[in-house]
């Protein structure tokens, strides 16, 4: 039996932006998808760069336990490069320094921690990209 830590770090879409691609109509999905628009059930993996643009965002003031004491933080909607849309937390930026449009990139991150003294978990979030 896997322990959690090795299930939480054995899980690929933590630590790194990997989706699908249809390999009929080359559309790429993110989660990995078992049924295309086309309807293709064959598909390969595909690496995402982890780059795109704000569609929307919002400021979060209520959360859930493991995330209440990083209240307020930001949420967007990126779609990403190659095309799929994403919800994602900003981080390293204030609500006033995002806007529609605006590049972003993935950077790797804390998430939360089980309490004090508990587990610590880290995976991808979203910055502003100012070099692009």
């Known amino acids: 039996m896997m322990s959690p830590i090795e299930h939480w770090r054995l899980t690929q879409n933590r630590y790194q932006l990997e989706g699908v691609q ?7 999905y993110y989660p990995q998808k078992f049924l295309c628009a086309c309807g293709s059930q064959k598909f390969s993996s595909k690496k995402l760069v982890g780059r795109g ?3 929307s965002f919002t400021e979060v003031f209520g959360s859930s336990r493991a995330f209440k004491n990083m ?3 930001c949420l ?3 779609e990403l490069e190659e ?8 981080t390293d930026a204030t609500l006033q320094e995002l806007s529609v449009g605006q590049p972003v990139r993935s950077v790797f991150r804390r998430y939360c921690a089980d309490g004090q003294d508990g587990l610590i978990y880290y995976g991808l979030k979203f910055v502003p990209d100012f070099n692009r």
């Open 22 to 28: 249809c390999e009929s109509c080359a559309k790429v």
């Open 53 to 55: 643009k704000i569609l």
């Open 76 to 78: 967007a909607l990126i």
């Open 83 to 90: 095309g799929p849309t994403i919800l994602t937390q900003m």
């Open 71 to 73: 209240v307020p933080y």
